[in-house]
Nanobody
Framework: QVQLVESGGGLVQAGDSLRLSCAAS????????MGWFRQAPGKEREFVAG????????YYGDSVKGRFTISRDNAKNTVYLQMNSLRPEDTALYYC?????????????WGQGTQVTVSS
């Protein structure tokens, strides 16, 4: 089973950028479609971005389209999320997970997440 560790979160100002990383263990990582999800306090977890196992197809939630970019390096067992033009509404705990890209959902397993806080 793939185990995931997210990192790269922090406290930034509106308009700033952050790059999140998700390091995976396990030789089967490269066979999984992967996604980034986020959960803000009092809200449900939502899909942010997804990438196919080959890296050739990417998908984005409407609220981040044009600002965030997902990528992966299968040689390093890592998925990235480049976040530009951050907004206060992007504040959330960000998770990566193996994903069903058609339904934009995941059944986990989930890592501990990395906190992103954007001040106005």
């Amino acid at each position: 089973q793939v185990q995931l560790v997210e990192s790269g979160g922090g406290l930034v100002q509106a308009g700033d950028s952050l790059r999140l990383s998700c390091a995976a263990s396990g030789r089967t990582f490269r066979s999984y479609d992967m996604g980034w999800f986020r959960q803000a306090p009092g809200k449900e977890r939502e899909f942010v971005a997804g990438i196919s196992w080959t890296g050739t197809s990417t998908y984005y939630g409407d609220s981040v389209k044009g600002r965030f970019t997902i990528s992966r390096d299968n040689a390093k067992n890592t998925v990235y999320l480049q976040m530009n033009s951050l907004r206060p509404e992007d504040t959330a705990l960000y998770y990566c997970a193996a994903s069903d890209l058609l339904s934009r959902t995941s059944s986990g397993p989930w890592g501990q997440g990395t906190q992103v806080t954007v001040s106005s």
